[in-house]
Structure formats: structure tokens, C-alpha cells
């Protein structure tokens, strides 16, 4: 069964530090991986995908994610957060082309001004 | 553009009650609908998905239902409520297999 791991579960960062939020994922297969995320009192938004091509992905606001086959790995970055980036980060793939997408438990970021 | 709406965004219901929550999106045909409940900590968990009217594929065995009358309607049901049934309620849709899914703005359900 696909299996979706997200290693922080809480983080805490200061304005300008530099992010990497992890995801792996267990499926052997062809994978589309997608980030979200979900500000505080709002709906939960696409923030990246990756379905092919180029592993390296942009996203909205600046982030973006490198998908790493051999690592089965699709961790996100920010090269510089902002209070705004305060937030919970899922990441999800969908395995097989099915109908089902197979979400983390979650990252919750708290950036501090 | 294409929108998602569910209705109530909370409700409060006694133990042993019935329940209905109700999903529609515009602006799109013959979308895949799907239900989950986001839990703190725990991520989110499909509860049911359904690729046409009148086809549902339930994830987990539970005391919801879902049934999908119309094209872009989708309801989670339930003939009655036990208190883990709490939680926060999602609905989404997406254009097809393996894409992106779009969410609404959930329903808080509390069970007392």
C-alpha cells in the first residue's frame, strides 16, 4: 500500500531562514506528488505538483520541491520564509494513475517575525 | 472557474442523530468527488470517492455514507452520529485520475 511520511511534524523558524520540509513515500511505480498547504483559517490550496519531467518544481510564493526517485523522496524548500509562510504543509502522491491521493500527516510551520 | 461549496461549515449534533452534509462544485462536468476528515496531527484520511452518479468506493469501514445524486453533488450521510464521529469534514474534486484535487472550506462537525 502507498504510505505517505512527513518527518516534522513542528517547526519553528525565525523571518529569512531558509526551509526544507521532508516527504517520502513508499510506491515503486510511476508517481504524481503534490505539496499543499493550508493557512490558518482557509481552505487547503495546491501549492506545487509533479507529474514529470524537470524533478526540480516551482511553486507559488517561492517554494518548490525536488523529486528525488532513487530517494523516493519530494522535500520542500523556501530559501528565505516569511510570517505569512505560517502554515500546515501536506504532501500527498497518488500511485498508479488511481483515483486516490494518499496524504501526510502534516507539517505545521510557525515562522517568527 | 470552477468552485466547491459545503454546507454547513459547522454543526453540532447529539449521539444517535442523523446526519447530512452536502458538497457541490461549479463550472466543471463529471468531476471525481471525494470526502475526507482531517484529524490534528493525523493528516487526511479518505473516506469516499466517486468517479460518476451513483458510483461510490468507500476507503474505511464506518458509520458514514456517501451517495452522489447528481453530477456535481456529493453527500455524506449518516443514520446515526456516534461521537468519534467528530472531526472536520472535507470535500474535493479533481478532473480525472492522478490529478491535482481542489478542496472546499470543510464542515466542523462536533458530536455531544
Known amino acids: 500500500a502507498q504510505s505517505v511520511s512527513q518527518h516534522n511534524h513542528h517547526v519553528i523558524l525565525s523571518e529569512a531562514a531558509s526551509l526544507e520540509l521532508g516527504c517520502n513515500y513508499s510506491y515503486g511505480g510511476t508517481v504524481n506528488l503534490f505539496w499543499y498547504v493550508q493557512y490558518p483559517g482557509q481552505h487547503l490550496q495546491l501549492l506545487l505538483k509533479?507529474?514529470?519531467?524537470?524533478?526540480l518544481v516551482k511553486g507559488i510564493k517561492g517554494f518548490e520541491a525536488e523529486f528525488i526517485k532513487s530517494k523516493f523522496s519530494f522535500n520542500l524548500r523556501k530559501p528565505s520564509v516569511q510570517w505569512s509562510d505560517t502554515a500546515e504543509y501536506f504532501c500527498?502522491?497518488?500511485?498508479?494513475?488511481?483515483?486516490?491521493?494518499?496524504f501526510g500527516t502534516g507539517t505545521l510551520l510557525a515562522v517568527q517575525p | 472557474s470552477q468552485t466547491i461549496h459545503q454546507w454547513p461549515a459547522t454543526l453540532v449534533q447529539p449521539v444517535g442523530s442523523p446526519l447530512s452534509l452536502e458538497c457541490t462544485v461549479e463550472g466543471t462536468s463529471n468531476p471525481n468527488l471525494y470526502w475526507y476528515r482531517q484529524a490534528a496531527g493525523r493528516g487526511l484520511q479518505l473516506l469516499f470517492y466517486s468517479v460518476g452518479i451513483g458510483q461510490i468506493s468507500s476507503e474505511v469501514p464506518q458509520n458514514l455514507s456517501a451517495s452522489r445524486p447528481q453530477d456535481r453533488q456529493f453527500i455524506l450521510s449518516s443514520k446515526k452520529l456516534l461521537l468519534s464521529d467528530s472531526g472536520f469534514y472535507l470535500c474535493?474534486?479533481?478532473?480525472?485520475?492522478?490529478?491535482?484535487?481542489?478542496f472546499g472550506p470543510g464542515t466542523r462537525l462536533t458530536v455531544t
Open positions: 474535493a474534486w479533481s478532473s480525472g485520475s492522478g490529478y491535482e484535487q481542489y
Open positions: 500527498a502522491v497518488n500511485g498508479g494513475a488511481t483515483n486516490k491521493l494518499i
Open positions: 509533479y507529474f514529470s519531467g524537470d524533478p
